[in-house]
């Protein structure tokens, strides 16, 4: 881990500067992935006073500027954590670097009380509303250090500056009411402008460059979000998706006609193909077949009821042999 001190005083022509880092990154993890393309001597990341994280950005310093020159070549824009790195030659005092994250909402804070207002008190009441871009800077005087009451501070989006607006102008932060409002724009030689921040121009050029971070380029993703970073630099493996179902059979091509028979052959033609399934929903099988009702002949008629005259015995016929009658009672 290098001071600022030992990073003023690095090699320019060695050191390469590292943007759009995710708060995940941290100098040991930097100087374990850019020792793969070349022999890291440094590595430096500026953190804000107050909340220890750092700001986006940092600096590595290698033992030779091929190596950097190489690490240019190999590392830029290649996804770390999901978000697009940018590797470059920069100097610690590059305007892109000290504001890596400045997109113009940038607020000043007017009648700032000087005794009970310091900067970590306008750190704990806006972050609130949105991350802040670096430490709220309080303008003092170079003989006392004593507060001018007023203030300037960033954040990284213009929802976030819109909020404070909203809702901190004219409320009561110490023993003053307090003005908040879109700071004065400068000029390229410093001087202010009569156009404050936060105009229509700035805020399209804002959503592209968030708009361009997101997408990044197409190349591989050297680390995914939430993931463990390991001594190899391999990324952890993640779950595969399953194979897409098949389409459905009204999609499905029907079967080919079957071949002619060739003339003279003794094979007979093969029989015709079965007829299709219906075609239902995919996953509802097709309704059970309709019963086969079976139609029976009718029942016999009835026999006639029988006559209820009584039946006399049918006299014998001529010429019928007959027994004798039984002989008489005998009397007494």
């Avoid at 590292?18 to 990154?25: F, I, M, P, S």
């Avoid at 310091?118 to 430490?135: H, I, K, P, S």
């Avoid at 093969?270 to 029976?296: C, E, N, R, S, Y």
Wanted: with cysteine; hydrophobic share 30%; proline share 18%.
């Amino acid at each position: 881990m290098a001071s600022l001190a030992v990073v003023e005083h690095r090699n320019q022509d060695a050191t390469v500067y590292v943007g759009n880092l995710d708060q995940a990154c941290s100098e040991e993890l930097l100087t374990e992935l850019f020792s793969q393309v070349g022999r890291v001597a440094s590595v430096y990341m500026p953190k804000d006073k107050l909340s220890g994280q750092h700001n986006g950005y940092g600096f590595v310093e290698f033992l030779d500027a091929v190596d950097a020159d190489y690490a240019m070549t190999i590392l830029h824009m290649m996804k770390l954590f999901g978000r697009p790195v940018r590797v470059s030659k920069s100097s610690l005092n590059d305007e892109e670097g000290r504001h890596s994250r400045d997109i113009g909402a940038n607020l000043f804070i007017g009648n700032v009380d000087p005794i009970d207002v310091n900067e970590q008190l306008l750190y704990e009441t806006f972050t609130a509303f949105g991350t802040l871009v670096r430490t709220p800077n309080i303008a003092r005087d170079e003989a006392t250090q004593q507060s001018k009451g007023f203030a300037f501070l960033s954040y990284d989006s213009f929802q976030a500056a819109d909020m404070a607006i909203e809702l901190m102008n004219g409320q009561y932060l110490g023993n003053r009411q307090i003005q908040v409002n879109y700071a004065w724009k400068k000029d390229a030689n410093g001087n202010i402008t009569n156009e404050r921040h936060g105009s229509r121009a700035e805020r399209m050029l804002a959503e592209a460059k968030r708009a361009n971070q997101q997408l990044g380029p197409s190349g591989p993703t050297l680390f995914r979000p939430n993931s463990t970073f390991a001594s190899t630099g391999q990324q952890s493996t993640g779950s595969f998706l399953p194979p897409p179902p098949p389409p459905p059979l009204s999609s499905m091509p029907p079967p080919p006609p079957p071949l002619p028979p060739l003339a003279g052959s003794a094979i007979p033609p093969p029989p015709p193909p079965p007829p299709p399934l219906p075609q239902t929903a995919a996953g509802v099988p097709p309704p059970p077949p309709p019963p086969i009702v079976k139609t029976l002949p009718p029942p016999p008629p009835p026999p006639p009821p029988p006559s209820r005259k009584r039946s006399h015995p049918t006299p014998p016929s001529h010429g019928a042999f007959l027994p004798p009658p039984p002989p008489p009672p005998p009397s007494f």
